[in-house]
């Protein structure tokens, strides 16, 4: 199967580093998908891990441990517009990508 | 380039009755795939397609019917609408397979009484 596991919320104050972790257990794993979802909004990518390690793209960057079955995103330098849902997502067998139940955001000033 | 398009934006629709949730994309995409998104539930995946003329179920695909006849369009079909499938319905397209990333349409929210 593939299990999903990250947290239902989080706060975090604006400038801050905030980390959101997910876990998953999974067979015939491909790779690992962040996304972030705005309110009333449709998903956006935000990054691809295949490989362990961390990848950064600006103030955004995401690790995997695929040993670990574990990844994290990290988002640096907190803005206002960063309160939004983050979806974890796995792609496995079968060409199936399958989501987590997303982890939503609230950045205080 | 359009993206993903999808229509209607809304429906509200009476148990019983049928409707097909249209789907299209410009950016000749191999791979698309159908999502609902519930409260808690997270996106789940109902069906999805890895090319014209070939598609597949997803993990709730009771209750819906898919076809791909062109690479462009993935039409979504309710065949008899259920109180279940109140729900906000996503459309995606990837260049291919699903390790690459999908571009989502706005969604369609549906609700059934």
């Known amino acids: 199967g593939q299990n999903i596991d990250q947290p239902t919320e989080m706060t975090a104050t604006e400038g801050a580093i905030v980390q959101i972790n997910c876990t998953y257990q999974?067979?015939?794993?491909?790779?690992l998908f962040w996304y972030q979802q705005h309110a009333g909004e449709a998903p956006t990518f935000l990054s691809y891990?295949?490989?362990?390690g961390l990848e950064e793209k600006g103030r955004f960057s995401s690790f995997l441990s695929r040993s670990k079955g574990y990844s994290y995103l990290l988002l640096k330098e907190l803005q206002m517009k960063d309160s939004a849902s983050y979806l974890c997502?796995?792609?496995?067998?079968?060409?199936?990508?399958?989501f987590g139940t997303g982890t939503k955001l609230q950045v205080i000033p | 380039n359009a993206g993903v398009t999808q229509t209607p934006k809304f429906q509200v629709l009476k148990t019983g009755q049928s409707m097909t949730l249209q789907c299209a994309q410009d950016?000749?995409?191999?791979?698309m795939s159908w999502y609902r998104q519930d409260p808690g539930m997270g996106l789940r995946l109902i069906h999805y397609?890895?090319?014209?003329?070939?598609?597949d179920q997803g993990e709730v695909p009771n209750g819906y019917n898919v076809s791909r006849s062109t690479t462009e369009d993935f039409p979504l079909r309710l065949l008899s609408a259920a109180p279940s499938q109140t729900s906000v319905y996503f459309c995606?397209?990837?260049?291919?397979?699903?390790?690459?990333?999908?571009?989502f349409g706005p969604g369609t929210r549906l609700t059934v009484t």
């Open positions: 995606a397209s990837s260049y291919r397979e699903s390790s690459y990333e999908q571009y």
């Open positions: 950016m000749n995409h191999e791979y």
């Open positions: 891990n295949v490989l362990d």
């Open positions: 999974t067979s015939g794993f491909n790779g």
């Open positions: 997502a796995s792609a496995g067998g079968y060409q199936k990508v399958t």
């Open positions: 397609s890895v090319g014209a003329g070939i598609t």
